[in-house]
């Protein structure tokens, strides 16, 4: 059985993993299938692995926490997930990184260095067979920004045979760090160069979707009630208390994290490993950019859903209204797709959604069978089934457009860029460089793009003569 670690940086990081925590603690007891099940992300409280019978008290999540303020993880430990937590598994200061790629990549960076190393490390060596690490982290701020994408690149260092998927929430223009332009340009030549796979999530997709979803709650149709202990809108039912400004919020994403690993928590008749993604959806290494879609984003107030439903789903899940970006997958152009389905749905019930939606759906001429498909029989806990959608397409181009213009805006003036000079370690030449790669990157999707229009099959091949 292999294994994986979450790496959670910064405030962000750690809010969002500790719901994924809670929630798979939650999914886990609610299963109640042996422990062996639960080794993938966890492990006994000794260390090694988990054996049949382990109660929950005594599993310890496969983590290891950083962030350069004490708050969120001195309320992890204070919290009703602190059995889960160790103090070797966490890594703190207390004057944060001050909204400061820098102060988070080079200060930050360089003297905690050895120390997030030997945490790595030791969370590994509790690992029979390490597949994956999984890294949740912000773009906007300075500590999940330039820490977060510090570590990446000494995982890589560490670990190169290991896959790393990388979550990344990016902030919206309305975002209150003036610097987050800033940030997320510089940390996006990080992502670039030395993750495997970006899970890239818009904090406004995630208020439009948090919003409708109360609307439908207060208001909707007859039929369309939303419970209101939902996994996705409410922390209610899990290990938390009360429930806290953002945690709708990061529920959402949660989610996602765990549809992407229920094949490694849960049994299925069709399972896709971890290092299955990056190998079939991404056919350049630069453009490793899969938009994420969720659906169903509530619990439904009759959970038994006919095969109509079923359907419906399928086609949810290339709409717009279910992206985690903001964007249309069905007006761009397709590299190739992952769906990831969970419970009672049969392999002939993928073919034909998957028949059903090609021809809407625009491929690569040279991949027009680029589909990846897994099926893991364990729904989430209030739902008969769910559908978690990975797009490797061009979509994300307007994204990291408008990330560069609002770069742009304040590089062009210089301003604030004497915060960053004054960090030992940063140059000028940073910033250019990480707006050429933005930019690059950019084009390559733009060149894409550009050959939608005249999408033709493969010419035929070639006859041999007898």
């Known amino acids: 059985m292999t294994q994986s670690i979450v790496v959670q940086v910064g405030q962000c990081g750690n809010q969002v993993g500790c719901r994924f925590w809670d929630l798979a603690l939650r999914e886990h007891a609610h299963v109640n299938k042996p422990c062996y099940l639960w080794c993938s992300f966890f492990s006994e409280s000794g260390g090694g692995a988990c054996g049949i019978g382990g109660r929950i008290q005594r599993l310890k999540a496969r983590a290891v926490l950083v962030d350069m303020e004490e708050g969120v ?3 992890i430990l204070q919290g009703p997930l602190r059995e889960v937590f160790d103090s070797t598994q966490l890594l703190t200061d207390v004057s944060g990184s001050g909204n400061n790629w820098a102060v988070g990549h080079m200060t930050y960076g360089s003297a905690y260095r050895e120390q997030i190393v030997d945490k790595l490390r030791k969370a590994a060596e509790h690992c029979d067979c390490l ?27 560490e670990f190169p045979e290991v896959c790393r998927i990388v979550s990344s929430i990016y902030p919206s223009a309305e975002d209150d760090v003036v610097t987050s332009p800033y940030n997320s340009v510089l940390a996006m030549r990080e992502l670039t160069e030395h993750a495997d796979c970006v899970l890239p999530v818009e904090n406004q997709s995630l208020v439009d979707i948090v919003n409708k979803i109360r609307q439908m709650s207060h208001g909707g149709k007859p ?31 949660a989610n996602l994290l765990l549809n992407i690993t229920s094949s490694a928590r849960f049994d299925g008749s069709l399972n896709m490993d971890l290092n299955e993604i990056a190998m079939n959806l991404v ?24 095969t109509r439903r079923l359907d419906q789903m399928f086609s949810d899940a290339f709409s717009k209204d279910h992206q985690l970006i903001r964007a249309d997958p069905k007006r761009c152009l397709y590299l190739a797709c992952a769906l990831m389905v969970r419970g009672n749905v049969q392999v002939s019930d993928l073919r034909r959604n998957i028949e059903r939606l090609k ?48 770069f742009t805006k304040l590089y062009r003036k210089k301003a604030h860029l004497h915060h960053y000079l004054h960090v030992e370690g940063m140059e000028q030449s940073f910033f250019s460089e990480a707006l050429g790669s933005l930019s690059s990157l950019i084009e390559e999707y733009h060149q894409l793009d550009a050959t939608k229009g ?8 070639l006859g041999i003569a007898t």
């Not at 890294?135 to 500590?143: E, F, K, R």
């Open 359 to 406: 021809p809407s759906l625009p491929f690569v001429s040279w991949n027009q069978e680029g589909w990846k498909t897994g099926l893991c029989s364990v729904p989430p806990v209030g739902h008969s089934h769910s559908l978690l959608a990975l797009a490797n397409n061009t979509c994300v181009k307007p994204t990291f457009m408008e990330l560069r213009e609002r």
């Open 73 to 75: 993880v001195n309320e």
């Open 131 to 157: 597949q994956c690490f999984f890294l949740i982290h912000s773009m906007g701020g300075g500590t999940g920004s330039g820490l977060g994408t510090r570590v990446l690149g000494l995982l890589e260092e």
């Open 223 to 253: 039929g369309s009630a939303i419970k209101r202990d939902s996994a996705v809108i409410s922390g209610q039912g899990g290990l938390s208390g009360a429930e806290k400004p953002f945690d709708a919020m990061n529920n959402i994403v």
């Open 283 to 306: 056919p350049f290494p630069r453009l490793h950019y899969l938009v994420p879609s969720l659906t169903p984003l509530y619990t439904l107030a009759d959970v038994s859903v006919p």
């Open 454 to 461: 005249r999408l033709v099959p493969d010419a035929p091949r």
